[in-house]
């Protein structure tokens, strides 16, 4: 017989790492949530563990032409090319609506040089609403013929390094998945002092229009996001978490609880979803739902009980 | 009157079909159950639909409201059931899905959204432009004009096949005008043809159209020469349809790489004077508009 379910406690689902405090492991992904106004006429901004802003740069953003999206067999492409309103539009103009809210703001930033990356961190720095910041370091390094910071360990931790120096605030450093070994990037980021690791961003990928003989989206190569990237996002999600002694937030193609508690299994400490949101702007509530009665059902008094007990 | 989405209105709505019927061959109109749109959705605004639970496909399309009705309660003391209708042509995975569909089949609603035709309420000629399925958002909007008498809609596809409803704008009341490329009904040729001769005829009537981007790119040529204010409705790849993807965007007049000025179709859009766009650097990817 199924226990009736609104009859038992409530499970508690709070988590905490680096400093932070969040009522449930679940958040968005960059990206994929605007700055969260767009998002308020469809659910309870303060019912989320945290809230993760869209990636900023120092300067404000244009973005890639168009197309700039492209649907896959289980996924999507995206090439929108990080456009943005730029780090000081952002604090006068979307900080005052995300301040309203009890769940910590999460900004996600990236940069092109080490020099941009320290900037913006610097001025995020001394903004009071902002709990802790996520760096994104899938951008490519214009100083350095265009390598992917994150790609190169190297790169990834001296850019590390120089934003740490410039930020009293908890960093998470996002890792990007299009590297062959996924341990080396996160060792690299826990040697930089970096608080948090999430992952997984987008990972490469194109698509050709057979009639047009024309790639589908306008940059050509994308990032691939979405249910099909999944398993993918688990395995390095686990393979980090073997490595490194630093939080990890789990990210890529979560769309439902059971996903979610897929990466809480193998060690995450709290979940991002990302394009769930576009299929459903209600996914986070509905996924926030469904935990708890995965919960107890299960008879998980404690979501931190789940965390990390993969049986191998 | 531009009409904004109203945030407290905004929801998904998980709903079912009340039918599913092809019109002509490969266009379908559906109606489905939609409470709380009577009175809250304006012409021009659109739904993004998804089967419900279904994967693939995996995004929601965009569609616009053909028109908005209801129908008598099942029983007394029952609220009347509220209705809108689809109209959609068949081109590819998500609308081989839709066309499966059946009475009671379950489906999910976001909507009304984005932002529709700006109406003025001044009696005054008026001229509808529509390519094939572009007609779509136009009807709610020729209910809604003053004198329908004075609207003209002119009606563009390549075949007999891709012209639908035209005598229900004419029981509206307004008149109708109907080219096909291979002459199958009413005048052959493009339909900007008809604009220009309109346009002689009615010098400060305003325009509003829809259909795929180089008919717009016509009609906006024809406009702009005469000054003649106009209004389009754009489509535009779509993930999220509530501004969060970026993936939508249109260049606006004031475009640059330094200063950009990205509109949002799903949002800023999807219909807009035609001079807050770049018509010179819209994107090639906007002439993939199916359909004439
Ligand atoms: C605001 C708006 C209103 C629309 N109103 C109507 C309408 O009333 N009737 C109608 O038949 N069609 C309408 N369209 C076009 C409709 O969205 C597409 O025909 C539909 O998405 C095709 O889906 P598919 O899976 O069958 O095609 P596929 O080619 O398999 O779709 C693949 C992807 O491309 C997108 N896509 C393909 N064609 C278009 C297109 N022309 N515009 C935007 N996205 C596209 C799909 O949404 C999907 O993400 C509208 C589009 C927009 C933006
Ligand atoms: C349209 C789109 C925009 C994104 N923008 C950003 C961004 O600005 N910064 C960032 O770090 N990640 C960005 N991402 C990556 C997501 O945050 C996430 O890592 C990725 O999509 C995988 O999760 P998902 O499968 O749940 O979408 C973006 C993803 C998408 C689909
Ligand atoms: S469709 Fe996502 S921003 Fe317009």
Redesign the pocket.
């Known amino acids: 017989m199924k226990p009736n379910l609104a009859t038992l406690p409530k499970p508690r689902l709070a988590v905490e790492f680096a400093g932070l405090k969040l009522k449930n492991p679940l958040m968005p992904?960059?990206?994929?949530f605007g700055y969260g106004q767009e998002f308020a006429p469809y659910l309870d901004l303060n019912q989320l563990g945290a809230i993760v802003t869209?990636?900023l740069s120092l300067n404000p953003k244009a973005g890639n032409p168009t197309p700039r999206?492209a649907e896959t067999v289980s996924?999507?492409l995206?090439a929108?090319g990080?456009q943005?309103v730029g780090v000081d539009a952002f604090i006068r103009e979307k900080m005052p609506f995300l301040e309203q809210f009890d769940s910590p703001v999460i900004v996600?930033f990236?940069g092109n040089t080490q020099e941009e990356y320290g900037e913006v961190a610097a001025r995020l720095n001394d903004v009071p609403g902002v709990a802790a910041l996520?760096m994104?370091i899938?951008c490519p390094n214009v100083k350095h013929g265009g390598i992917v910071f994150g790609t190169d360990p190297k790169a990834a931790f001296d850019v590390i390094t120089m934003v740490r120096k410039r930020l009293s605030k908890p960093l998470i450093v996002?890792l990007t998945p299009n590297v062959t070994d996924i341990r080396i990037t996160a060792k690299a980021a826990e040697d930089a002092g970096a608080d948090a690791i999430s992952l997984?961003?987008?990972l490469t990928g194109m698509s050709v229009d057979v009639r047009t003989r024309k790639p589908r989206i306008a940059n050509v190569i994308g990032?691939l996001?979405?249910?099909g990237?999944?398993p993918v996002?688990v395995r390095m999600t686990h393979q980090v978490v073997q490595t490194v002694k630093i939080p990890v937030i789990g990210?890529?193609?979560?769309m439902r609880a059971e996903d979610a508690l897929e990466f809480l299994i193998v060690g995450a400490r709290a979940v991002?979803?990302?394009?769930?949101n576009?299929v459903d702007p209600n996914a986070l509530q509905t996924i926030l739902t469904d935990l708890e009665s995965f919960c107890v059902e299960q008879g998980v008094e404690d979501i931190n009980d789940l965390i990390g007990t993969l049986e191998l | 009157m531009r009409s904004e989405e109203k945030k407290h209105k905004m929801k998904n709505l998980q709903t079912i079909v009340l039918s599913n019927q092809e019109i002509s061959p490969g266009y379908f109109r559906m109606r489905i159950l939609a409470p709380g749109y009577k009175g809250t959705a304006h012409p021009g605004q659109f739904v993004m639909f998804r089967v419900r639970r279904s994967l693939p496909p995996l995004l929601r399309r965009p569609f616009g409201i053909f028109q908005i009705g209801s129908l008598p309660a099942d029983c007394e003391g029952m609220p009347e059931k509220e209705f809108i209708e689809l109209i959609y042509k068949v081109v590819g995975s998500g609308t081989e899905v839709m066309r499966e569909l059946h009475h009671g089949d379950r489906i999910e609603l976001l909507g009304p959204l984005g932002r529709g035709f700006e109406i003025d309420d001044v009696a005054g000629d008026k001229i509808l432009v529509g390519g094939g399925i572009g007609l779509v958002p136009l009807y709610m909007l020729a209910d809604s004009l003053a004198d329908r008498s004075r609207t003209r809609l002119l009606i563009g596809g390549r075949s007999r096949e891709d012209i639908i409803t035209v005598t229900e704008f004419e029981r509206l009341g307004v008149t109708s005008h109907v080219t096909t490329e291979d002459g199958s009904l009413g005048e052959e040729g493009l339909i900007t043809r008809i604009l220009e001769r309109k346009l002689d005829k009615y010098p400060k009537a305003k325009v509003y159209s829809c259909g795929p981007m180089p008919m717009l790119r016509a009609v906006e040529a024809i406009c702009s020469a005469r000054k003649v204010a106009l209004q389009v409705s754009l489509e535009a790849l779509m993930?999220c349809g509530v501004g969060a993807?970026?993936?939508c965007v249109v260049k606006g007049r004031e475009h640059s790489e330094q200063n950009p000025d990205y509109l949002c179709t799903c949002r800023q859009g999807p219909v807009f004077h035609s001079h807050e766009l770049d018509w010179d650097r819209l994107e090639k990817s906007a002439e993939q508009g199916k359909s004439s």
């Open positions: 992904a960059s990206g994929t869209k990636g999206i996924g999507m995206n929108i990080l943005n996600n990236f996520e994104n899938s996002k997984i961003n987008t990032g996001s979405g249910p990237i999944r996002a990210i890529g193609g979560i991002q979803v990302g394009t769930a576009f | 993930a993807c970026l993936g």
